[in-house]
């Protein structure tokens, strides 16, 4: 059932443009939300990891990735190969697109020593796929800040500090 203002408030359904008349304030609003909810989402997508483009291939820069988280005591606990499951599930093609699972397990210990259902922020993840350009690459890393910032304690930012820094001299080695 739809609620239509009254025909004695001016509504006239023939109306070709539905921002004006009595509830033009509600579409208004409407149109408000939607924009600051897509900024929002804008803003997300640009602020919630760090990134690196590389002109090298996915298999090199999945290669060097690893050495480098290596050197700052990550290890990878998971892998998820995007490219093969979409195939396997969906029999679709998609560009070469790596999930990695990193832990440093000292950092990680202190994390679940503060707190023990932060393993469900757990492990750092790290991406690397095909870039847009032939013969590129993006490593991506989901920013430890953002990451451990929804736990909303400020007893573990420092943890977060940390492996933001491990992770900028990983980027930065690559």
């Known amino acids: ?85 979409l195939k396997k599930k969906l029999d679709v093609d998609f560009r070469p697109y790596k999930i990695l699972g990193a832990c440093n397990p000292a950092l990680a210990h202190q994390a679940l020593n503060a707190e023990m259902d932060i393993g469900l922020l757990l492990p750092c993840n790290v991406i690397v796929y095909e870039g847009g350009e032939p013969g590129t690459s993006v490593v991506g890393i989901l920013d430890p800040k953002v990451q451990l910032g929804v736990s909303g304690r400020d007893d573990i930012g420092h943890l977060a500090e940390e492996v933001r820094s491990r992770m900028e001299r990983v980027l930065e080695a690559l």
Do not use: C
């Open 1 to 85: 059932m739809t609620h239509a203002p009254p025909r004695s408030q001016g509504f006239d359904p023939t109306n070709p443009d539905p921002g004006t008349g009595p509830w033009s304030h509600r579409a208004a609003a409407a149109t408000e939300r939607s924009t600051t909810r897509s900024n929002l989402m804008e803003t997300a997508h640009r602020d919630y990891g760090l990134k690196k483009t590389l002109p090298i291939t996915p298999e090199e820069a999945d290669l060097r990735v690893r050495d480098e988280l290596q050197k700052e005591g990550f290890g990878i606990l998971t892998e998820i190969d995007v490219k093969a499951t």
